[in-house]
């Protein structure tokens, strides 16, 4: 939804930065990735840290992309990277949250982390599956980037059990808006 309404709005405040960063866009897109892992091993640690490296992660997922289009490297190699290092940076994430909140015998918490999860996982595969059948599918209210806001609102504030109650209800949601998306236009 984000990207849809906001498209690459970043793109020209940002690229003068961007065009001093030496680094490749790939490289930009791993070092964000290794940046999430990290995050991800210091969230049971400390929650408050843990968000403010998903945060940090979270620039250079922006980066990237800023990078490639400004620079005029994009290429589809690195869009598939980018997508594939997003899935296990959503894997890693929830994961850590369902453990922090394992630990602290929050049990429902943990069950909802990965069901966001799943649901977050089932949002790329539709659109995945829609583009393999010659489909667009850009659509939904609970797409990578307002996930990642949510998380990194969830692990500052502390309320994760609430936030994770929306991210599952609208992650599940969006998938049911894809699949309806790709009907309509399959029966046009």
Request: contains cysteine; glycine residues 10%.
């Amino acid at each position: 939804m984000l990207s849809a309404k906001l498209g690459h709005f970043l793109d020209s405040p940002l690229s003068p930065i961007v065009k001093r960063i030496p680094l490749s866009p790939d490289t930009l897109t791993i070092i964000g990735f290794l940046i999430t892992v990290i995050a991800a091993l210091v969230i049971p640690l400390n929650i408050k840290l843990g968000g403010i490296l998903i945060l940090i992660g979270g620039m250079f997922d922006i980066l990237d992309g800023i990078a490639a289009r400004t620079r005029g490297k994009t290429t589809r190699f690195g869009a598939f990277l980018d997508s594939v290092l997003d899935r296990y940076s959503d894997a890693f994430l929830f994961l850590a949250i369902a453990w922090y909140l394992a630990e602290k015998g929050n049990h429902t918490g943990a069950l909802l982390s990965l069901g966001t999860l799943v649901g977050a996982f089932l949002i790329s595969y539709t659109r995945a599956r829609a583009e393999g059948l010659g489909e667009s599918c850009h659509t939904g209210i609970m797409e990578r980037p307002e996930r990642i806001i949510l998380l990194i609102f969830a692990t500052l504030t502390g309320w994760l059990v609430p936030v994770l109650w929306i991210m599952l209800i609208l992650t599940h949601i969006t998938v049911i808006q894809r699949i309806y998306h790709v009907w309509r236009q399959m029966n046009r």
